[in-house]
């Protein structure tokens, strides 16, 4: 290639010189030489920068201003070196960044949407064992429902480890196929759980209760494993609620009775798991009546009773339940003629009306007579103290459970107890009632002795979505995991319905007080106890029959009044910043003290069977207009009807189909000219 200006002998040239050809205006090509300027950051040398070995990288540190090193490499050359000088400066400027920031949050108070963003996350997550500083409202914290922590977790010495002990003997594969058999496959619906993934199944009950009488090896340890849990969990529950609403004292002064002889307590459906969480609430409070002196060598006082009525199940449940006594079945004090006083429960007999707390456990659902359950709840009754005795009535958390429930409360009000805030009942004309209704009181979880707005219409009602029912989380053990097959999580939500009611007054107790249950109470608790210095009375409180709803700027509470009625609060930020702050706190359960800004009326969704003014359900409205009209579309002409066509069902199974079109058209034309048309 031609090169213009430039002759043979010029081309060479030292190679040291930089040049670079260029093309000139004319299009021929010409030298040029350049040169570069040599950096300062850089050694005094540019011959020492380039003759860098690895030997000496690797023992000089690169140059930090902050004294900090955050790469550790080797440079083989120059280019390498200035690129890892680059990165440790950058290192260290984010380092820096990072330090003034975190300086300047810790100075910054915590804005309230990033705490509402944190209650939000926590939602779901069993609680840490470690201790949280509340800052919630007195009031507030009084009409907590919840445990300490809120997430309850069997104990392992007293009630897991023997279990397991038991299990070890069988492989758990046998066990999860029995379970899984007995109670409804996969989740096991047909226990006492109530998974969210098989809540449209049918509502049965407990397909294995503790009282049968035939009971194999492998059904016993299927029965441990899969309902012991989470009636643990419901029992430990209720019991932490009525002693929150009955004090201490209440449970002080069972263990101080004159008699010495300490609290008697009657698992009856529970199989054992109502008396351990009995046994751990005990423990508790014996732990602090016995903190101001030396503490006592021996147990805590009391007399335990379970029923069981198989010898498999019996055995294995008196390995965790010490100084227990097991009755095959419940004792029949209705209908007993011989000796109605005395209860044989074993080496002594225990007299009439002994029990002080009675744990009524999944009875009810398996009885499919009226009578049967009115049986029940009477020979429970005749069984319960007269002198401060706790009745306690609980069924599965879904519609059938608590229309269980809410039938023996309602004949509880009406029939057994009478109390100030009682509706008045009409004089009953039957001759030949025994019965006397005595003092006695609803101790959870309604606040009011008025009939239950849930449950306005008796008996069974297709298609309720509304209903009383709570719920308790709890730790699954080890062998319930892998009865269940979980992997994901380790915690279960089990729901519940119950009903506790107190029978009469301790001696030497008084009895809470009882407040006017009228339209001011729930007046006042719309207005609110933030500044008052006064507490409130529990009783006068309504309380969260629902989870709150959250949302940005405001919380919706669906609040049980103390008048009876369903309405719903809205508290939003504007109302009150405590207000605001505690009702995002607020939890399924509790119940409420600090008002609210807009108060209305919620519509109860009853389903078919129990229509209710101003019901907004669908089903509901269809029930009272009656049974759903024909629809028969006709065709006629001058001659007459000459074909018709009933209109069927859009949604659902069709019908097995016994006759063509042509006969079912002719059978329809027949009955419309029997019925006048033609």
Not at 168 to 175: L, N
Not at 248 to 260: H, M, P, Q, T, V
Not at 411 to 426: A, G, T
Request: charged share 30%.
């Amino acid at each position: 290639m031609p090169v213009a200006g430039l002759e043979p002998e010029e081309l060479l040239r030292d190679p040291s010189k930089k040049v670079l050809l260029r093309e000139n205006p004319d299009g021929q090509l010409e030298e040029f030489v350049y040169g570069t300027k040599t950096s300062d950051s850089l050694p005094e040398s540019s011959e020492e920068a380039t003759e860098i070995t690895p030997v000496d990288a690797a023992q000089s540190e690169l140059p930090s201003e902050a004294g900090l090193s955050y790469i550790n490499a080797v440079a083989k050359n120059e280019r390498e070196y200035n690129a890892l000088l680059k990165l440790q400066k950058d290192f260290e400027k984010s380092s820096l960044r990072a330090a003034e920031e975190d300086e300047v949050d810790e100075e910054e108070p915590i804005e309230e949407e990033e705490e509402e963003e944190e209650d939000e996350e926590d939602e779901g997550v069993p609680d840490a064992m470690f201790q949280t500083v509340s800052r919630v409202h007195e009031y507030t914290k009084i009409g907590q429902w919840r445990t300490y922590p809120s997430t309850v977790h069997l104990p392992k010495a007293d009630f897991v480890n023997p279990i397991s002990e038991l299990l070890d003997r069988t492989d758990i594969k046998h066990v999860k196929e029995t379970a899984e058999k007995a109670f409804g496959g996969g989740g096991l619906p047909h226990s006492v759980a109530t998974p969210e993934a098989r809540k449209n199944a049918p509502q049965k009950a407990v397909a294995m209760e503790a009282g049968h009488h035939r009971m194999s090896e492998i059904e016993a340890d299927a029965y441990i494993a899969t309902n012991l849990p989470g009636m643990y969990a419901s029992v430990m529950s209720i019991l932490v609620e009525i002693r929150k609403r009955l004090g201490s004292e209440w449970i002080s002064k069972l263990i101080s009775r004159g008699n010495g002889e300490g609290p008697r307590v009657l698992d009856v459906g529970a199989g054992g798991a109502g008396l351990a969480a009995w046994q751990q609430v005990l423990q508790a409070e014996w732990d602090i009546m016995s903190e101001g002196g030396k503490k006592p060598e021996h147990d805590p006082p009391g007399k335990k009773t379970v029923v069981v009525g198989s010898n498999q199940l019996r055995e294995r449940i008196s390995r965790f339940l010490d100084n227990t006594t097991f009755l095959p079945r419940l004792p029949d004090y209705v209908h007993s003629v011989n000796n109605p006083d005395i209860l044989d429960s074993g080496e002594k007999p225990l007299p009439k009306k002994s029990f002080d707390i009675i744990i009524a456990s999944h009875l009810l659902m398996p009885l499919k007579e009226g009578y049967q359950r009115k049986t029940l709840l009477d020979n429970l009754w005749e069984m319960l103290s007269p002198e401060g005795g706790v009745l306690i009535v609980m069924e599965k958390g879904h519609p059938r459970g608590f229309e269980a429930v809410a039938d023996v409360r309602s004949r509880l009000l009406n029939e057994f107890i009478v109390s100030p805030s009682s509706d008045p009942q009409p004089e009953t004309i039957e001759v030949e009632n025994r019965r006397v209704r005595e003092d006695g009181m609803i101790i959870a979880p309604c606040t009011n002795h008025k009939a239950c707005p849930m449950y306005l219409t008796p008996g069974l009602s297709s298609g309720r979505k509304d209903f009383c029912h709570f719920s308790q989380r709890f730790i699954r053990p080890p062998f319930l995991q892998k009865v269940l097959g979980a992997s994901h999580r380790n915690h279960e939500d089990i729901n519940f319905s119950f009903i506790a009611i107190q029978r009469g007054k301790l001696p030497d107790m008084e009895p809470p007080p009882f407040p006017e249950q009228g339209g001011e109470m729930t007046d006042r608790a719309f207005k609110g106890y933030e500044n008052s210095e006064e507490q409130p009375n529990p009783l006068s409180l309504p309380r969260n029959i629902l989870p709150p709803l959250k949302r940005r700027g405001h919380v919706t509470l669906d609040l049980c009044t103390p008048t009876g009625k369903i309405e719903r609060w809205t508290v939003p930020k504007s109302f009150s910043k405590k207000a605001y702050h505690d009702a995002r706190k607020a939890q399924w359960g509790d119940l409420w003290a600090l008002g609210a800004k807009t108060r209305v009326s919620r519509p109860i969704r009853l389903g078919r069977g129990g229509t209710a003014p101003n019901d907004g359900g669908v089903r509901a409205r269809a029930a009272a207009q009656g049974n759903k009209p024909r629809v028969i579309h006709l065709n006629a002409d001058s001659s007459g009807i000459y074909s018709a066509q009933e209109k069927g069902k859009k949604h659902g199974p069709s019908g097995r189909r016994t006759k063509g079109k042509k006969q079912q058209m002719e059978d329809l034309l027949k009955e419309l000219k029997e019925e006048g048309f033609s």
